[in-house]
């Protein structure tokens, strides 16, 4: 079965999908039933973690077919220390996001939980694919059932926000299409060998000449800087993040902005690795840009899911932040980062759907005293809001220690600046916190109900990862550290090569 | 260290329990489980002093790595040594009495339990602080205390106040932790390490000493900066200058805690860090004097608010502001013996006096206002007693405690030849005398001037009473046993050896004559005030504070509004900051960006009209269409 563990991985949500079509008819039944395949698919990742070699900085259980010779496309996955920690958080989130839409979904339930079995086998292919082409095509079967999971089951203004999120990233997909189609050029042309495979075209680096590495970093960058989402391309995110459903959210904040940060370790860092090293201090304005505007926008919201929205934009900057330190530390920190904001921000946008399931509004000003209701879920919220504000034994605090020790070797004075979004976050989360769950409580909400046995049950494995994560970081830091430091030697020998 | 992992472990334990259990099975027992964990840790600091003094035991070890940032490894590891143990003493001891007295001052509170848990955490907290070998540790501890403390202010969190002092005061730490986070990437940077065995290296200093560092296009000193940036954070957790507004709004917390996190213990982490850091500290000359200068301004801005205040609490809270500001000032002159062992002292006194305050409370149903009190040492005698015991160790008065370490700061001011800090400190010290005097006259002597509350007051419940009674009993010899004789008592024998005076110490030598004068100088600016403050609220009460008010109209109010900072913090921070967020969300991504996204959005909503025949709006028809698709491309590539 390991050998073809990623396959496993990628088509069993689409083939559970496609069971569910035919086979099931009730609403609840099917609820049940991808809840257990997304289950199943959780526990497909363990005996990939279980044996994945953590000394090994290469692609690991690689699969690779023909699948359009005349072409050069392949059907090609692999796992490395930078893709594996994502495939770990995207199971795991699809099947908490499953199990937290129970009560939330109550129309066109079947068509809803097919949705997101297959946005699961997108998501999964994104991070396993080692071809360009096969990557292209998950990244825009991703697309789909996320337009339609904002689009039908979404708020009021889901038809805004779905056709806003669709435009916005489909600009992204044709910018990152050219830029590998130009790759595909060049690489055949220098080679003689046509071929989308991921691994060759990188290989090849060396030949791209400088300006044409420049070109092909603008169109990758600008794509993934959509996703991710770096300011100004950003407003997508809000109004996405406001219409969508609650599992809508917890994906498209816990896995499908990683998706951006994801291409960009991927792709720009090695392939067009001059480009990057010359453009790292404009990646680093753009971060510090992020992380301060999304704080401060985030402050003023008075819609909370908005509110966690742009303090994504700002959390997301110290990713790139890192990434674009070109160190361990700020590498790592980075995608420790990723991993810690999927899990917070989900839980963030869980709790946020829970209450909101009881309440019928997010509006801050329409809560007020609540902790004295719901105090299970006042302590919980409280929890995550510290573990999003990066204190320290919780998961957040280590990766921004480890994104600013790699930034201030980079670049002293931008990592400084990007420090202030440490009081920013404290300032809109403890703000919001207070008016919601702090002062008298509003005599509308005295017989709210807490949380019940399900809602814990989908909570209690984040709050367990977070504080892993604070205390023990090694165990998740110690897959990426070989991947890692291969890269950055790659970006090393180049920038001495370039001197 | 198996004393220091146990001393972790029981207030984690006792968290554990009551948070997970506290409030469905355990709910009144709560105390019992939390005074079981504290009660080890204090055991276990009196097992660590005792090795520690005869033994001269230490330890500096890792329990495992607990972070690896490329080329740095921090370890989670604890530091046992002189200053880390009696810091555990003083933790520890009023800890320790502070969950007991919590018993009968939160007794019948909905939130028993959950007090309980929230006093362990921060007990926690404040040993990781302590214990830490590194300057990671030491920051997870200052978050963790500030957590803490956050929670525990906003307790009654349906109070506005409480909700809003809690947050006040966790933002303006993170203000001050903003600079410590620069500072410690600074150590980073410099050491390659963040352990204090490798940062406090004597030729790795010295090695470093004339380093420059640019920052924002400035060449500035390396060691100023980094020193500067972690003395921040000590701005912001021992609320000094123009970081301490938060302090006195956090005494919307209960009493205990007041007593505990916000007189004793937590807000002297600032202290404790600069002490840790001296090897640092004593070598950056420009942030030496910028301490000095934060530490004189924070002493005499509490003592003239505390002149003026009515309420008792804040009275106190800004005596603390100004005790804070003295400990400061003597680590800025190299003073660190001085300024742990004022630590010390303090601790006791101040949170003695903290809890009297409590007392008084319980007994005027929650009135705080001294004008509202008065007469009451006939029916509190206990409260009455060891209050004043508090007042005169404040206040200077030999042989109590407060005496030894205020006339030591003092004199170590004034032998480094920083007069006008000493200046200010003497004048502070007839202030504190004259505004703690005040507030113990007007409370405890003269008449009860609000005749309903003082019926029906009455003595503290045992519980209570008995820790004032252990603590006035503090307050009055621990600073003999340790301060004699005066600058060269026991404490510095102790402590010595890790707070070596560095720029201070060749200017130390004084003539004994200098300080017998010196000395004679302190207790008679401390008689003065005690005496003036006789004068006018028992001599002369209520006429001659009423002229005086009259005759300084501006400057009280100046003083009683507390120099208006929080009012010049909303002007110049808050209110532009919020208007400018508001202005980049609604003026900039609403009308800017999105207006051109919308435009672009248009072609294709008129293309999407033309094709919409084919939405039906059924997901099935869409997998469908798209399985199908699929198929037909990859046919149509394999067949090319």
Same mark, same amino acid.
């Given at each position: 079965?390991?050998?073809n563990i990623?396959?496993?991985?990628?088509?069993?949500?689409?083939?559970a999908?496609?069971?569910?079509l035919?086979?099931?008819?009730?609403?609840?039944a099917?609820m049940?039933?991808a809840?257990?395949?997304?289950?199943?698919e959780?526990?497909?990742?363990i005996?990939?973690?279980?044996?994945?070699?953590?000394?090994n900085p290469?692609?690991?259980?690689?699969?690779k077919m023909?699948?359009? =010779?005349?072409?050069?496309i392949?059907?090609s996955?692999g796992?490395d220390?930078i893709s594996?920690?994502? !495939?770990?958080?995207?199971?795991l989130?699809?099947?908490?996001a499953?199990l937290?839409?129970?009560?939330?979904i109550?129309?066109?339930?079947?068509?809803?939980?097919?949705?997101m079995l297959?946005l699961?086998t997108?998501?999964v292919?994104?991070?396993?694919?080692?071809?360009?082409f096969?990557?292209?095509?998950?990244?825009?079967?991703?697309?789909?059932p996320?337009?339609l999971i904002?689009?039908?089951?979404?708020?009021k203004r889901?038809?805004?926000?779905?056709?806003?999120?669709?435009?916005?990233?489909?600009?992204?997909s044709?910018?990152?299409?050219?830029?590998?189609?130009?790759?595909?050029f060049k690489?055949?042309s220098?080679?003689?060998n046509?071929?989308?495979?991921i691994?060759?075209i990188?290989?090849?680096?060396?030949?791209?000449?400088?300006?044409?590495?420049?070109l092909v970093?603008?169109a990758?960058?600008l794509?993934?800087?959509i996703?991710v989402?770096?300011?100004?391309?950003?407003?997508?995110l809000?109004d996405?993040?406001?219409?969508?459903?609650?599992?809508?959210?917890? !994906?498209?904040?816990?896995?499908?902005?990683?998706?951006?940060?994801?291409?960009?370790?991927?792709?720009?860092?090695?392939m067009t690795?001059?480009?990057s090293?010359k453009?790292? =201090?404009f990646?680093?304005v753009m971060?510090?840009?992020?992380?301060i505007?999304?704080?401060?926008v985030?402050?003023?919201?008075q819609?909370i899911k908005k509110?966690?929205?742009?303090?994504?934009?700002?959390?997301?900057?110290?990713v790139?932040?890192?990434?674009?330190?070109?160190?361990?530390?700020?590498?790592e920190?980075g995608?420790?980062?990723?991993?810690n904001?999927?899990?917070i921000t989900g839980?963030?946008?869980?709790?946020?759907?829970?209450?909101?399931?009881?309440?019928?509004?997010?509006?801050?000003?329409?809560?007020?005293? !609540?902790a004295?209701s719901?105090?299970l879920?006042?302590?919980i919220?409280?929890?995550?809001?510290?573990g999003?504000?990066?204190?320290p034994?919780?998961?957040?605090? !280590?990766?921004?220690f480890?994104?600013l020790?790699?930034?201030?070797q980079?670049?002293?004075d931008?990592a400084?600046?990007?420090?202030?979004?440490?009081?920013?976050?404290?300032?809109y989360?403890?703000?919001v916190?207070?008016?919601?769950?702090?002062?008298s409580?509003?005599?509308?909400w005295?017989?709210?109900?807490?949380m019940n046995l399900r809602?814990?049950?989908?909570?209690f494995?984040?709050?367990?990862i977070?504080?892993w994560?604070?205390m023990y970081?090694?165990?998740?830091t110690?897959?990426?550290?070989?991947s890692?430091?291969n890269?950055?030697e790659?970006?090393?020998?180049?920038?001495?090569?370039?001197? | 260290?198996i004393?220091a992992v146990?001393t972790?472990?029981?207030p984690?334990?006792a968290f554990?329990?009551n948070?997970l259990?506290?409030?469905k099975?355990?709910?009144n027992?709560?105390?019992?489980?939390a005074?079981?964990?504290?009660?080890v840790?204090?055991?276990c600091?009196?097992?660590?002093?005792?090795?520690?003094?005869?033994?001269?035991f230490?330890?500096?070890?890792?329990?495992?790595?607990?972070v690896?940032?490329?080329?740095?490894? &921090?370890?989670?590891?604890?530091?046992?040594?002189p200053?880390?143990s009696?810091?555990?003493?003083?933790v520890?001891?009023?800890s320790?009495m502070?969950?007991?007295?919590?018993?009968g001052?939160?007794?019948?509170d909905?939130g028993?339990w959950?007090f309980?848990?929230?006093?362990?955490?921060?007990t926690?907290?404040?040993?990781v602080?302590?214990?830490?070998?590194?300057?990671?540790m030491?920051? &997870?501890?200052w978050?963790?205390?500030?957590?803490?403390?956050?929670?525990?202010i906003g307790f009654?969190f349906?109070k506005?106040?409480?909700?809003?002092a809690?947050?006040?005061?966790?933002?303006?730490?993170?203000?001050?932790?903003?600079?410590?986070y620069?500072g410690?990437?600074?150590?980073?940077v410099?050491?390659?390490?963040v352990n204090?065995?490798?940062?406090f290296?004597?030729?790795?200093i010295h090695?470093?000493?004339?380093?420059?560092?640019?920052?924002?296009?400035?060449?500035l000193?390396l060691?100023?900066?980094?020193t500067?940036?972690?003395?921040c954070?000590?701005?912001?957790?021992?609320?000094?200058?123009?970081l301490?507004t938060?302090?006195p709004d956090?005494?919307e917390?209960p009493?205990p805690?007041?007593?505990?996190?916000?007189?004793a213990?937590m807000?002297t982490a600032?202290?404790?860090?600069?002490?840790?850091?001296?090897?640092?500290?004593?070598e950056?000359?420009?942030t030496s004097?910028?301490?000095i200068?934060?530490g004189?301004?924070?002493?005499?801005?509490?003592?003239?608010?505390?002149?003026t205040?009515?309420?008792?609490?804040?009275?106190?809270?800004?005596?603390t502001?100004?005790?804070?500001g003295?400990?400061?000032?003597?680590?800025g002159?190299?003073?660190?013996?001085?300024?742990i062992?004022?630590?010390?002292?303090?601790?006791m006194?101040?949170?003695?006096?903290?809890?009297c305050s409590g007392s008084?409370?319980h007994?005027?149903?929650?009135?705080l206002?001294?004008r509202n009190?008065g007469?009451?040492?006939?029916k509190?005698?206990?409260?009455h007693w060891?209050y004043?015991?508090?007042?005169i160790a404040?206040?200077?008065?030999?042989?109590l405690a407060?005496?030894?370490?205020?006339?030591?700061i003092?004199?170590?001011?004034?032998?480094?030849?920083?007069?006008?800090?000493?200046?200010?400190?003497?004048?502070?010290?007839?202030m504190?005398?004259?505004?703690?005097?005040?507030?113990?006259?007007?409370?405890?002597?003269?008449t009860p001037?609000?005749?309903?509350?003082?019926?029906?007051a009455?003595e503290?419940?045992?519980?209570?009473?008995?820790q004032l009674v252990f603590?006035?009993?503090?307050?009055?010899?621990?600073g003999?046993?340790f301060?004699?004789p005066?600058?060269?008592g026991?404490?510095h024998?102790?402590l010595?050896?890790?707070?070596?005076p560095?720029?201070?110490?060749?200017?130390?030598h004084?003539?004994?004559a200098t300080?017998?004068?010196?000395?004679?100088?302190?207790?008679?600016?401390?008689?003065?005030?005690?005496?003036?403050?006789y004068?006018f609220y028992?001599?002369?009460?209520?006429?001659?504070?009423?002229?005086?008010v009259k005759?300084f109209k501006?400057i009280?109010?100046?003083?009683?509004n507390k120099?208006?900072?929080d009012e010049?913090?909303d002007?110049?921070?808050?209110?532009?900051?919020?208007?400018?967020?508001?202005m980049l969300?609604?003026?900039?991504?609403?009308?800017?960006i999105d207006f051109?996204?919308?435009?672009?959005g248009?072609?294709?909503?008129w293309?999407?009209?033309l &094709?919409?025949?084919?939405?039906?709006?059924r997901?099935?028809?869409y997998?469908f269409?798209?399985?199908?698709?699929?198929i037909v491309?990859?046919t149509?590539f394999?067949?090319v």
């Amino acid at each position: 079965m390991m050998e073809n563990i990623l396959s496993i991985l990628i088509f069993f949500p689409l083939v559970a999908a496609l069971f569910i079509l035919i086979f099931f008819k009730s609403g609840k039944a099917t609820m049940w039933a991808a809840f257990a395949a997304s289950v199943v698919e959780f526990i497909f990742t363990i005996p990939l973690m279980t044996n994945f070699n953590k000394a090994n900085p290469g692609m690991q259980f690689v699969e690779k077919m023909d699948w359009i =010779p005349a072409l050069g496309i392949n059907y090609s996955v692999g796992v490395d220390g930078i893709s594996i920690l994502m !495939i770990f958080l995207t199971t795991l989130l699809s099947a908490i996001a499953i199990l937290g839409s129970f009560s939330y979904i109550q129309k066109r339930q079947k068509e809803f939980y097919i949705s997101m079995l297959i946005l699961e086998t997108g998501m999964v292919g994104t991070f396993l694919a080692m071809d360009f082409f096969l990557f292209y095509v998950f990244w825009e079967a991703m697309l789909i059932p996320m337009y339609l999971i904002i689009g039908v089951w979404g708020g009021k203004r889901r038809i805004y926000a779905a056709v806003k999120f669709f435009l916005y990233t489909f600009a992204g997909s044709v910018l990152m299409m050219i830029a590998i189609i130009a790759l595909y050029f060049k690489h055949g042309s220098v080679t003689g060998n046509y071929t989308f495979d991921i691994l060759a075209i990188t290989a090849q680096h060396a030949s791209y000449g400088v300006g044409f590495q420049m070109l092909v970093f603008a169109a990758f960058f600008l794509g993934f800087a959509i996703k991710v989402p770096m300011f100004p391309v950003h407003t997508w995110l809000p109004d996405a993040h406001v219409e969508a459903p609650t599992a809508g959210s917890v !994906i498209l904040a816990g896995v499908l902005l990683k998706m951006g940060t994801y291409g960009m370790l991927r792709f720009c860092l090695p392939m067009t690795t001059i480009a990057s090293i010359k453009l790292m =201090p404009f990646v680093a304005v753009m971060s510090v840009i992020a992380i301060i505007y999304g704080a401060l926008v985030a402050m003023v919201q008075q819609d909370i899911k908005k509110l966690v929205a742009y303090s994504s934009v700002s959390h997301m900057g110290f990713v790139t932040l890192g990434i674009y330190a070109l160190n361990q530390a700020g590498i790592e920190g980075g995608i420790l980062q990723m991993f810690n904001h999927g899990i917070i921000t989900g839980a963030l946008f869980l709790l946020i759907g829970l209450i909101y399931e009881r309440t019928h509004t997010r509006e801050i000003s329409d809560y007020g005293g !609540i902790a004295k209701s719901v105090p299970l879920f006042a302590t919980i919220f409280l929890i995550f809001t510290m573990g999003s504000i990066g204190l320290p034994s919780m998961g957040a605090f !280590i990766g921004e220690f480890l994104v600013l020790v790699g930034a201030f070797q980079a670049f002293s004075d931008w990592a400084i600046l990007a420090a202030i979004g440490v009081i920013f976050s404290a300032v809109y989360m403890l703000w919001v916190y207070q008016r919601a769950f702090y002062q008298s409580l509003n005599t509308k909400w005295e017989n709210l109900k807490d949380m019940n046995l399900r809602e814990v049950i989908y909570l209690f494995p984040l709050l367990v990862i977070v504080f892993w994560v604070g205390m023990y970081p090694e165990t998740f830091t110690e897959y990426m550290h070989a991947s890692v430091k291969n890269l950055v030697e790659h970006m090393q020998t180049v920038a001495v090569a370039m001197k | 260290m198996i004393f220091a992992v146990l001393t972790l472990l029981g207030p984690l334990v006792a968290f554990l329990i009551n948070g997970l259990l506290g409030r469905k099975y355990i709910k009144n027992l709560a105390p019992i489980v939390a005074i079981a964990g504290v009660s080890v840790s204090f055991l276990c600091a009196l097992v660590i002093f005792y090795l520690v003094s005869t033994q001269g035991f230490s330890v500096d070890g890792t329990l495992y790595t607990w972070v690896i940032a490329g080329d740095l490894s &921090v370890p989670f590891g604890i530091l046992i040594d002189p200053l880390s143990s009696i810091m555990l003493i003083v933790v520890t001891t009023i800890s320790l009495m502070v969950h007991i007295y919590s018993i009968g001052y939160m007794h019948g509170d909905p939130g028993f339990w959950r007090f309980f848990t929230y006093l362990s955490v921060f007990t926690l907290s404040m040993l990781v602080l302590v214990l830490g070998n590194n300057f990671l540790m030491l920051f &997870v501890g200052w978050e963790l205390v500030g957590l803490s403390s956050y929670l525990l202010i906003g307790f009654w969190f349906h109070k506005k106040s409480a909700a809003d002092a809690c947050k006040k005061a966790f933002v303006m730490n993170r203000v001050g932790d903003f600079g410590f986070y620069v500072g410690l990437l600074l150590v980073v940077v410099t050491f390659k390490s963040v352990n204090y065995s490798d940062a406090f290296n004597a030729e790795a200093i010295h090695h470093i000493k004339e380093a420059g560092f640019v920052v924002f296009g400035m060449k500035l000193s390396l060691i100023d900066l980094m020193t500067f940036g972690l003395f921040c954070g000590a701005m912001g957790k021992s609320a000094q200058f123009p970081l301490h507004t938060w302090l006195p709004d956090a005494m919307e917390g209960p009493t205990p805690v007041s007593a505990l996190i916000h007189a004793a213990t937590m807000v002297t982490a600032g202290v404790y860090m600069v002490a840790r850091c001296n090897a640092l500290f004593s070598e950056a000359m420009m942030t030496s004097s910028f301490v000095i200068f934060a530490g004189a301004m924070t002493a005499f801005l509490g003592a003239t608010i505390g002149l003026t205040q009515y309420d008792l609490k804040r009275i106190l809270a800004y005596s603390t502001v100004s005790q804070l500001g003295y400990m400061i000032m003597a680590t800025g002159v190299g003073a660190y013996v001085a300024a742990i062992f004022h630590l010390f002292t303090h601790a006791m006194f101040k949170g003695l006096l903290f809890l009297c305050s409590g007392s008084v409370m319980h007994a005027m149903h929650d009135d705080l206002d001294v004008r509202n009190m008065g007469g009451l040492k006939k029916k509190m005698p206990i409260t009455h007693w060891t209050y004043l015991i508090g007042c005169i160790a404040i206040a200077g008065i030999p042989p109590l405690a407060g005496f030894w370490s205020k006339d030591e700061i003092l004199a170590m001011t004034f032998a480094g030849g920083h007069n006008i800090a000493w200046l200010v400190g003497t004048g502070v010290a007839g202030m504190t005398a004259f505004y703690m005097f005040r507030s113990y006259f007007l409370v405890f002597q003269g008449t009860p001037r609000n005749q309903y509350l003082h019926d029906h007051a009455h003595e503290s419940p045992w519980t209570m009473a008995g820790q004032l009674v252990f603590l006035a009993f503090l307050s009055i010899f621990v600073g003999m046993i340790f301060g004699y004789p005066l600058e060269n008592g026991y404490i510095h024998t102790f402590l010595g050896p890790v707070l070596t005076p560095a720029h201070a110490g060749e200017a130390h030598h004084m003539s004994h004559a200098t300080a017998t004068i010196l000395m004679l100088l302190s207790i008679g600016v401390a008689a003065a005030g005690i005496f003036v403050s006789y004068l006018f609220y028992v001599k002369m009460y209520p006429a001659l504070p009423e002229k005086t008010v009259k005759t300084f109209k501006p400057i009280h109010k100046f003083f009683y509004n507390k120099w208006y900072f929080d009012e010049l913090y909303d002007f110049i921070f808050v209110h532009p900051i919020v208007t400018i967020s508001n202005m980049l969300w609604r003026g900039f991504d609403v009308n800017v960006i999105d207006f051109i996204v919308n435009a672009f959005g248009k072609v294709p909503m008129w293309f999407g009209g033309l &094709v919409r025949h084919v939405q039906t709006g059924r997901i099935q028809t869409y997998v469908f269409t798209m399985v199908i698709g699929l198929i037909v491309l990859v046919t149509i590539f394999y067949t090319v």
